[in-house]
């Protein structure tokens, strides 16, 4: 699936998530001192930025966009395109989008079609990818109270 698709697919979602429901936008920015994605570096170890802008709409259909700086080969910059729907049912959390992976200049575009879920704080999240295989991962979190800083 190509970029054009992906936009397309997330323009119908958008357009049949009806007129009536409420959308939200939100963004976020991150300097980090190693850009490591599922174990790897993507930045030889050194300091990249990143940021990405979300829009959700109250039906849990979600539409977003992620960059972040690289250094690897001919990739110096990562460019991602999501689409997705997230909710709850019978108290477990689910998430199942699809996200295209760009790196203008380079080669190393991919795609994958993904799956979350949470029970409990219990986290399983799968990955079909195109090009790097399948991925999996078991994850489980706490929380420990609010903090203000």
């Not at 990739?75 to 991602?80: F, G, N, R, S």
């Not at 959390?93 to 993904?114: L, R």
Request: net charge negative; hydrophobic share 40%; charged share 15%.
């Amino acid at each position: 699936m190509n970029k054009v698709k992906l936009a397309i697919v997330g323009m119908v979602l958008v357009i049949s998530s009806g007129i009536t429901s409420a959308a939200s936008v939100s963004g976020n920015m991150t300097l980090t001192s190693d850009y490591i994605w599922r174990g790897m570096t993507q930045t030889k170890g050194e300091p990249s930025i990143m940021g990405g802008l979300d829009v959700g709409f109250d039906n849990g259909i979600y539409v977003g966009t992620f960059a972040a700086a690289t250094n690897f080969g001919n990739e110096t910059m990562e460019l991602d395109y999501y689409v997705g729907y997230a909710g709850e049912a019978g108290g477990i959390s689910y998430d199942i989008g699809h996200a295209e992976i760009s790196y203008p200049g380079g080669t190393g575009d991919f795609a994958e079609t993904y799956l979350g879920l949470d029970l409990m704080g219990i986290g399983l999240f799968f990955a079909e990818g195109d090009e790097f295989g399948d991925y999996m991962e078991v994850s489980y979190g706490l929380e420990w109270g609010s903090w203000n800083c």
